[in-house]
T-cell receptor, first 113, second 111 residues
Framework: GAGVSQSPSNKVTEKGKDVELRCDPI?????LYWYRQSLGQGLEFLIY????????KSGLPSDRFSAERTGGSVSTLTIQRTQQEDSAVYLC???????????FGPGTRLTVT | GEDVEQSLFLSVREGDSSVINCTYT??????LYWYKQEPGAGLQLLTY?????DMKQDQRLTVLLNKKDKHLSLRIADTQTGDSAIYFC???????????FGTGTRLKVLA
């Protein structure tokens, strides 16, 4: 069946512009995670959605970052006024429930010039 | 806070065994995971172990856990060029949804 998909796969943007990254989780998965993977670093947790509960936004690095999940399915991560340090691969993962295996998407590589 | 550490690089010859090591700090960790990331792809779960286990074997993969030292290792027997990838260790406490990932170890297999 279809896995987690993310779009775009690559995004190059100018410093100061806003970007939107999209994640389509596996159908029926209630849990959705966003991570950031910077060069030479592990995965940094950004935000977690579970069903209709309030999301855990504790990993968002600044108020320029926001995310939403519409209808318990598709999620969008928005970065406003991008900075060069935002350059990274942004990974999305979903799982059937919190205690179940995470399935990762291929990521969006964001480059801020 | 919680921390997971791994060495950054490992190079082995095809056919040899690879051992990738990981240390963690959270003593309440319940699940410990190994993920593989191939170029341009997301992470794929390879195997996991419960903290009340010492060892788990799955075909060419052997996971060893030393809970006292908070040390986890992944052994890949008969390493192949297709095993070249980044391997991430991660830990999670039961009842929580937060995974703490290591920095990843880049495994290079030489033909």
């Amino acid at each position: 069946g279809a896995g987690v998909s993310q779009s775009p796969s690559n995004k190059v943007t100018e410093k100061g512009k806003d970007v939107e990254l999209r994640c389509d989780p596996i159908s029926g998965h209630t849990a959705l995670y966003w991570y950031r993977q910077s060069l030479g670093q592990g995965l940094e947790f950004l935000i977690y959605f579970q069903g209709n509960s309030a999301p855990d936004k504790s990993g968002l690095p600044s108020d320029r970052f926001s995310a939403e999940r519409t209808g318990g399915s598709v999620s969008t991560l928005t970065i406003q006024r991008t900075q060069q340090e935002d350059s990274a691969v942004y990974l999305c993962a979903s799982s059937l429930a919190p205690d179940y295996e995470q399935y990762f998407g291929p990521g969006t590589r964001l480059t801020v010039t | 806070g919680e921390d997971v550490e791994q060495s950054l690089f490992l190079s082995v010859r095809e056919g040899d065994s690879s051992v990738i090591n990981c240390t963690y700090t959270d003593s309440s960790s319940t699940y410990l995971y190994w993920y593989k990331q191939e170029p341009g792809a997301g992470l794929q779960l390879l195997t996991y172990i419960f903290s009340n286990m010492d060892m788990k074997q799955d075909q060419r993969l052997t996971v060893l856990l030393n809970k006292k030292d908070k040390h986890l290792s992944l052994r890949i027997a008969d390493t192949q060029t297709g095993d070249s990838a980044i391997y991430f260790c991660a830990e999670r406490t039961s009842g929580t949804y937060k995974y703490i990932f290591g920095t990843g170890t880049r495994l290079k297999v030489l033909a």
